[in-house]
């Protein structure tokens, strides 16, 4: 095709755009489209783990079959993430007809539109071409984010230092928090390693935009995927961190939040260490504290709240298994944050009330934090469990119980 791409700016809020593939490419692809508002339709037999679950949280449709034609009616962008060249020849094929700009990930030269390489600053969104390139267009991109960023200005000794993560023979482990869901909640550091990573494995809560801008030579493992029990898995990702360092690669293993919080980041170290790979731990925006404050809630106040307890709520309050005394958080004063406490909240909230904690302490309940789609509750300790009932919030949530739910309501005298 001959002539300069002309660069343009969509947007796509409340506009359907259709994916096809349910693959690698459209869980890359997905995540800015959902970012821009649009009304994504997605058409593959099968999905990934990680676009399953933007259809479980009802970010976009689904139809679970291969395209048709007619699934491009309605539509102004048609996005072909299928490698299969004669599925997507008939795609472009349908989107030509429809006069509808057509991306290909598997041939540039047959589709209408391309997708730069971008980074985004606040509202500033750069977009970047490489005249057919892709590599070129992350290059240049690449030295326009770090210039936009400062973080070469401000932090460009060690940066140099300690360079991108050796990839000779040392190959080595950083565990990364990437913050509660906000892509911009990742560290520099954190954001540093994860760009410079041969290999990525990410946690279902990690923030989509991170791994949209990860070159396409990146290896990105879902921990999500691996279909084992619980503990088979972690055993699994263990031995997949292990082997890509053994193989001499540097590798990032990116949580959710902070590593240490509740997310089996001190497992992960001690099999690296076992095995004699060296492990950077990088510590992460934790949900237990960025989220209560996304939603209006400061787990510490002065003459309020002295401390706060983060606790999680994943085993019922009357298991054995349980760890946790909650009769003993019953009598706190201050603020008690729990994660992972949808399923027994019930069970939780009647404990400590049975315990003498007051009914009518305040309680905050706030849905996927710091992203889009924060959905946040208030309420008192006595009705919670109803009220998130009827309100149909969902996991991932965070539950915080006392007086500094309410402490920022109205101006300090
Ligand atoms: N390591 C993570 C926590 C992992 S446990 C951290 O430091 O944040 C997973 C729990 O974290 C979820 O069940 C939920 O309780 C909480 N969580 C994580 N991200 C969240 C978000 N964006 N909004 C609300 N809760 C979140």
């Not at 992960?268 to 996304?294: K, R, W």
């Amino acid at each position: 095709m001959t002539g300069n791409p002309y660069p343009l700016g969509l947007r796509l809020a409340g506009r359907r755009v259709v994916v096809v593939g349910g693959g690698a490419v459209a869980t890359r692809r997905v995540p800015a489209l959902l970012d821009a508002g649009a009304d994504v339709l997605l058409v593959a037999p099968e999905l990934t783990p990680a676009l399953r679950a933007h259809v479980d949280a009802r970010r976009l449709r689904w139809e679970p079959r291969r395209f048709a034609p007619d699934d491009l009616d309605g539509a102004w962008l048609v996005q072909v993430a299928v490698d299969d060249p004669v599925a997507a020849a008939s795609v472009s094929a349908a989107a030509a007809e429809r006069r509808i700009f057509c991306v290909r990930a598997d041939d540039r030269a047959a589709a209408t539109a391309w997708t730069p390489a971008v980074t985004r600053h606040g509202p500033v969104t750069v977009a970047v071409l490489g005249g057919g390139d892709p590599r070129r267009a992350m290059t240049v991109r690449d030295a326009i984010r770090d210039l936009l960023s400062l973080r070469n200005g401000t932090l460009s000794t060690p940066a140099v230092e300690e360079g991108p993560l050796p990839h000779a023979r040392g190959g080595r482990v950083a565990l990364v928090g990437a913050g509660p869901g906000d892509p911009e909640l990742i560290t520099v550091k954190g954001w540093r390693l994860l760009t410079g990573a041969d290999v990525v494995v990410a946690d279902r809560l990690v923030p989509g935009l991170l791994l949209d801008e990860l070159r396409p030579d990146v290896e990105l493992v879902d921990a999500s995927k691996i279909p084992y029990g619980p503990s088979r898995a972690q055993e699994e990702i263990n031995r997949i961190l292990v082997e890509r360092a053994l193989a001499g690669k540097a590798v990032v293993r990116l949580k959710g939040g902070d590593p240490y919080v509740f997310g089996r980041g001190g497992e992960e170290l001690l099999a690296c260490a076992a095995a004699g790979v060296p492990v950077t731990v990088v510590p992460g925006v934790t949900s237990a504290i960025s989220v209560p404050a996304a939603a209006g809630v400061p787990v510490t106040h002065r003459a309020v709240a002295h401390e706060f307890t983060v606790v999680s709520g994943h085993v019922a309050p009357d298991s054995p298994a349980s760890l946790v005394r909650w009769e003993a958080l019953a009598g706190l004063r201050g603020t008690l944050v729990v994660l992972m406490g949808l399923k027994n909240l019930a069970a939780i909230a009647g404990t400590l009330v049975g315990h003498g904690k007051d009914p009518a302490t305040p309680v905050a309940v706030v849905q996927e934090g710091t992203t889009g789609a924060q959905r946040d509750l208030r309420t008192t300790l006595g009705a919670v469990a109803a009220d998130v009932a009827a309100a149909g919030l969902r996991p991932p949530a965070v539950v915080v119980i006392g007086d500094v739910v309410t402490a920022l309501d109205s101006p300090a005298g």
